[in-house]
């Protein structure tokens, strides 16, 4: 196995320095560099980071009970796709719901600090370094996580093939006001960029809907990025708005 580059992510440099004092006194695990970072208010320093460093494995702290840790999560498996993503909590007891939201984020370890050992926490980064999903066996021994998770790939399997049948194309200009509303303007304030009228755009976000089978219009965001026909910057994300319905 390739030397690993390894990076912490904690708000507590405490924290942070205690896992890299563990980690080095580990011979068995093989590592380049420890990195260490903050997760900052909305992770933007931090993707930098990580892009510029592009760390194998990531130690991210699920930062129980706020959960914080979570979107920040998101954030690096969806934009560093190379980076895999253990998560560490601090909770005392034991949490279906949070090992679930876990799984959603894309991480492919979920460790709990109170239970683990060194050596689990070692075996965890090797393992997600090589390309392995820890987090299975954490699912695998509690039964009523593995049946929620294949409830939800059943629902999804189901919702992506209706929505398949009966999307349609969107125009250029559809996609347009698609971006911008991803980008989190209001119908008003498209209007007055695009210099047409509201009623106009609630008819374009009406025909959006209709079009790809969205409910709101933050499903219509999430099915267009999903399907690859808008794309907006880290950081940028659809916004409720009180004068933004179709």
């Known amino acids: 196995m390739h030397k690993i580059v390894l990076m912490i992510v904690d708000s507590n ?40 460093s592009s760390p194998d494995v990531v130690l991210l702290d699920v930062d129980y009970p706020s959960l914080s840790g979570l979107e920040v999560g998101r954030q690096i498996i969806r934009h560093n796709p190379g980076t895999r993503v253990v998560m560490l909590s601090s909770n005392p007891y034991e949490n279906d719901a949070e ?62 093939k209706a929505m398949q049948d009966v999307t349609a194309p969107l125009t ?29 755009i609630k008819n374009h976000v009406s025909a959006i809907l209709r079009k790809i089978n969205a409910n709101y219009r933050a499903h219509a965001v999430y099915i267009a990025i999903r399907d690859g026909q808008i794309s907006i910057q880290s950081g940028q994300g659809p916004e409720h708005s009180e004068d933004s319905s179709a």
């Open 13 to 52: 440099p405490f924290s942070r320095s205690g896992l890299k004092q563990t980690l080095s006194g580990q011979d068995n695990l093989d590592i380049l560099e420890v990195l260490e970072a903050e997760p900052g208010d909305d992770g933007r320093e931090l993707m930098t980071k990580i892009s510029e």
């Open 99 to 160: 090992l679930f939201d876990v799984i959603k984020t894309g991480a492919v370890a979920y460790l709990r600090i109170k239970d683990c050992s060194s050596e689990e926490l070692v075996d965890a980064i090797k393992r997600a370094a090589d390309g392995e999903y820890p987090i299975n066996d954490s699912v695998n021994v509690r039964p009523k996580v593995a049946e929620r998770v294949l409830r939800q790939f059943q629902e999804l399997a189901s919702m992506e």
């Open 172 to 200: 250029p200009k559809e996609l347009q006001i698609l971006t911008l509303i991803a980008e989190g303007n209001s119908n008003k304030q498209i209007a007055n960029i695009l210099g047409i009228s509201d009623q106009t």
